[in-house]
């Protein structure tokens, strides 16, 4: 089990390093999609601190609150983005037939799918997200002690293994849908901009369906909502706030299974 | 007629991809869900902020979901064009007996077509199913916003295809696409309608070529945009679809000049 997971890393590492090489031999255009990743979440905060020029609070929310929980999930996003994030395009490869390829080499298909096309571009969409993050810390009126300081790395680092489930677990879905890669931009995209946002906008049973369905709401708003010190809309006991490890966890094991499923459903086009 | 089979081609195309077409919908009506609780709670906290009611804010947001894959809302250039260009199989099309951009002009309506049916009316009705919006009741306002968006798509064409074309000098034209695409997703509206934009800025941004493709159309189609400002708005649309068009037919023969094939 061991070997396999250090043989998983090490094709991982090798093949992120080809796309690396294979991505800055065309170095002006990977500058401007850096810019570009960068550019392209900083509209959704634009677009946020538009709506902040009109008014003082949105759902009660002040703008560094907002800003605190829209650093975070882009953060988390952005982490689970750059890793796992290549997995959309498994879809393709199964239309295509070029899977097959992957299958036939000594490493494991995970690794290999997880790092196909690696896009050293979404460091952008993590620049931007960090730079946020940081300027709402700054102006959050928070006591920072030492647990709470350390529960913003723990939580983003949790959200980014929850969004990097549901990659997994889109992927896997890809072996039966092939051509609906799309439907899992409305889980972590659609997530994520959702949880840019405080809970007390959107109607409750969306925010149930984001806590017990699909529980993104683990990735930031509960533990942001302890953190603010805000009540939290569904009324949960105050010990759910700490549970995102473990449902990160549990979230991955799912993904796992789910992807073993799906590789063992795979059929060949063709065949 | 060559190009009115063109046109049928691509419709017919985008009609076999089946499951993307779920795929969209579904992400549409997500987004569209999200986006409009953060509207009602903006506009609960401003109301008439840009001048728009609550029920219109929301029908600009599900307008936006229904038109983002027909006027290709979030995408910069045209994929297959620049692959061609970059492949160097532009040559064989440089010597087909057909004009090159009413070819993909033709190709890009049949597509926008299919995607308005196929992408645009399920969110909508979902929409409308869910939310108090502010559809109108008569047909002519309907068949005024069927021709703005028309004009939209050719708008949105007439810059992805500039675009595109710079793939002759740049070769790997991904990343001018993906800024183009920003700009359209910003100064369109998709981000946030453009009334709501503060002061000499917001009048900008709805001077741009941008402003053609999703503020128009809808504001035709909420109401906030009738007699001679309909008129006005439809004259905007079709002036900056005519001055992109010409601009992509001065490019290209630039383009073509100077076109040489990978492989000589």
Avoid at chain 1, 25 to 53: N, Q
Avoid at chain 1, 155 to 177: K, L, P, S
Avoid at chain 2, 179 to 192: E, K, P, R, T, Y
Wanted: hydrophobic letters at 55%; a positive charge.
């Amino acid at each position: 089990m061991a070997s396999r997971v250090a043989q998983g890393l090490c094709a991982y590492g090798l093949i992120v390093r080809m796309w690396m090489r294979s991505t800055l031999a065309y170095r002006t255009s990977f500058v401007m999609m850096t810019f570009g990743d960068f550019v392209a979440t900083a509209l959704d905060f634009v677009a946020i601190m538009l709506m902040f020029s009109q008014i003082e609070a949105l759902g009660g929310f002040t703008l560094p609150e907002v800003a605190f929980l829209y650093g975070t999930s882009s953060v988390s996003l952005g982490l689970a983005d750059l890793l796992f994030g290549s997995m959309e395009r498994l879809g393709r490869r199964v239309r295509d037939g070029t899977l097959d390829t992957l299958l036939l080499r000594p490493a494991p298909l995970l690794a290999q799918v997880a790092a196909d096309r690696f896009a050293l571009r979404r460091l952008g969409r993590i620049t931007q997200g960090l730079l946020v993050l940081g300027w709402s810390v700054s102006r959050l009126d928070v006591d920072w002690t030492v647990g709470r300081m350390l529960m913003v790395p723990l939580m983003t680092v949790c959200g980014a293994a929850i969004f990097a489930a549901v990659f997994t677990a889109g992927a896997a879905f890809q072996f039966w849908a092939q051509d609906a890669a799309e439907v899992q931009n409305s889980f972590t995209y659609g997530g994520n901009t959702m949880l840019q946002y405080p809970p007390t906008v959107f109607a409750r049973d969306l925010v149930r369906g984001v806590t017990f369905v699909i529980p993104l709401a683990f990735v930031n708003w509960l533990p942001a909502l302890r953190l603010l010190g805000r009540p939290d809309p569904l009324g949960l006991p105050g010990w759910v706030d700490f549970m995102g490890p473990a449902v990160a966890a549990l979230m991955c094991a799912g993904a796992g299974l789910a992807w073993r499923g799906g590789v063992r459903a795979y059929r060949s086009t063709g065949s | 007629m060559l190009y009115t089979a063109v046109a049928a081609g691509s419709f017919r195309r985008y009609a076999t991809y089946r499951m993307a077409t779920v795929a969209g919908v579904f992400t549409n009506t997500v987004f569209g869900f999200i986006v409009a609780y953060t509207y009602i709670a903006l506009w609960d906290e401003r109301p008439h902020l840009g001048g728009y009611d609550q029920a219109q804010a929301v029908t600009f947001v599900w307008t936006g979901q229904a038109l983002l894959a027909s006027v290709a809302l979030l995408i910069g250039g045209v994929g297959e064009l620049q692959e061609r260009i970059r492949t160097g199989d532009i040559a064989v099309d440089l010597y087909r007996p057909a004009d090159l951009q009413l070819w993909w002009l033709s190709a890009d309506l049949g597509r926008a077509a299919l995607q308005l049916l196929g992408r645009g009316v399920v969110p909508m009705a979902v929409g409308a199913l869910f939310f108090p919006l502010a559809l109108p009741a008569d047909a002519l306002t309907w068949a005024c916003f069927l021709l703005s968006t028309t004009l939209a798509v050719v708008v949105s064409f007439a810059l992805r295809y500039l675009v595109a074309l710079a793939c002759f000098w740049l070769l790997d034209g991904s990343g001018l696409a993906m800024i183009s695409g920003l700009a359209c997703m910003f100064f369109s509206g998709m981000v946030l309608p453009l009334r709501v934009f503060p002061g000499g800025f917001g009048e900008l941004a709805q001077l741009l070529p941008w402003a053609a493709m999703l503020q128009v159309p809808a504001d035709v189609l909420l109401g906030a945009r009738t007699g001679g400002s309909l008129l006005r708005g439809l004259a905007f649309q079709a002036m900056w679809g005519v001055l992109l068009l010409a601009a992509g037919r001065l490019v290209q023969s630039a383009a073509t000049r100077k076109v040489v094939v990978h492989g000589g």
